[in-house]
């Protein structure tokens, strides 16, 4: 099976800053990742798919990059709304497997 | 417009039987697989496993084959997650979502506690 390390699993920035995730795979996923944003007491949202595909309706700040087994989400210009936690979610075969969490708070 | 309405929350004994369900509307159930996911108290994502509604094909996540039975009806657009007996280690919300390679819609999930 194929796991997933999320880094950090915590971290704090102001307002304005540019904020960067990383996740990484154990074997090469061949971009089958994406990236999910949850706020407390809702459903994970949808942010990016095909490691690097911007969702539907999703501000153009987050943004993802990566392949093979390293991949990257960053929010450029980090806004009061974008507090939240983050989970990164491998769909290459099954299982899938979502990365541990980052909890991202506002200073 | 795709929604997935799940069922309401349960509150349950250990050793006893439950299934929730997931309801999909706005686009053609069969052809879409539908996962489930879990997330126990202050805990993060754990991928359940996924079922194609048009032929029942199931793909569990080893962590939970056996434990827990997923199913579909075609006939009423609903997906199923089913125990035959609950431990309170169940206690989580539980969460259906399609999948197009990634889940893009989600329910809103379900809080099953367990607890004697």
């Known amino acids: 099976d194929i796991q997933m390390t999320q880094s950090p699993s915590s971290l704090s920035a102001s307002v304005g800053d540019r904020v960067t995730i990383t996740c990484r795979a154990s074997?090469?996923?061949?971009?089958?990742l994406a990236w999910y944003q949850q706020k407390p007491g809702k459903p994970p949202k949808l942010l990016l798919y095909?490691?690097?595909r911007l969702a539907s309706g999703v501000p153009s700040r987050f943004s993802a990059s990566g392949s093979e087994t390293d991949y990257t989400l960053t929010i450029s210009s980090l806004q009061p709304e974008d507090c939240a936690t983050y989970y990164c979610?491998?769909?290459?075969?099954?299982?899938?497997?979502f990365g541990q969490g980052t909890k991202l708070e506002i200073k | 417009e795709v929604q997935l309405v799940q069922s309401g929350a349960e509150v349950k004994k250990p050793g006893e039987s439950l299934k929730i369900s997931c309801k999909a509307s706005?686009?053609?159930?069969?052809?879409?697989?539908i996962g489930w996911v879990r997330q126990m108290p202050g805990k993060g994502l754990e991928w359940m496993g996924i079922?194609?509604?048009?032929?029942?094909?199931?793909k569990y996540s080893p962590s939970f084959q056996g434990q827990v039975t997923i199913s579909a009806d075609k006939s009423i657009n609903t997906a199923y997650l089913h125990w035959s007996g609950l431990k309170a280690s169940d206690t989580a919300i539980y969460y259906c979502?399609?999948?197009?390679?990634?889940?893009?819609?989600w329910g809103q999930g379900t809080l099953v506690t367990v607890s004697s």
């Open positions: 979502a399609r999948q197009d390679g990634s889940f893009d819609y």
């Open positions: 706005g686009y053609t159930f069969t052809t879409y697989w």
């Open positions: 079922i194609y509604p048009a032929d029942s094909d199931t």
């Open positions: 074997h090469d996923i061949s971009n089958s």
């Open positions: 095909a490691a690097s």
């Open positions: 979610h491998h769909y290459y075969g099954t299982p899938h497997t």
